[in-house]
């Protein structure tokens, strides 16, 4: 299996940036490969909802309300996955919580989340 641990949030004004980080520590052999990384978030009442994901070719998806100001990105090598946000604005106030989906064995895969960072932006 894998273990997912995120680091990097924090309190910021609007307009500010802050940067988070996700290692996926594999704790067992039974990890093939490690495939789609990617960062959701979620705030009281609502639902989780994706921010940003690579793939492990480097594919990138976001969401709307955070293009042209998040970037996504990751090292393989370390299986790390990064958020840079910038022009912070409250309403990216939330848990931000670290996705990865990996194959245990060639034909069946999984997905483990962390257990969240605190974003808050103030106005």
């Known amino acids: 299996q894998v273990q997912v641990v995120e680091s990097g949030g924090g309190l910021v004004q609007a307009g500010g940036s802050l940067r988070l980080s996700c290692v996926a520590s594999?704790?067992?052999?039974?990890?093939?490969?490690?495939?789609?990384m990617g960062w959701h978030r979620q705030t009281p009442g609502n639902q989780r909802e994706l921010v940003a994901e690579?793939?492990?070719?480097?594919?990138?998806n976001y969401a709307d309300s955070v293009k042209g100001r998040f970037t996504i990105s990751r090292d393989n090598a370390k299986n790390t996955v990064h958020l840079q946000m910038n022009s912070l604005k409250p309403e990216d106030t939330a848990v931000y919580y670290c996705?990865?989906?990996?194959?245990?064995?060639?034909?069946?895969?999984?997905?483990?989340w962390g257990r969240g960072t605190e974003v808050t932006v103030s106005s």
């Open positions: 996705r990865v989906h990996y194959n245990y064995t060639p034909k069946v895969s999984r997905v483990d």
């Open positions: 690579i793939s492990s070719s480097g594919h990138t």
């Open positions: 594999k704790t067992g052999a039974s990890v093939y490969s490690i495939n789609t």
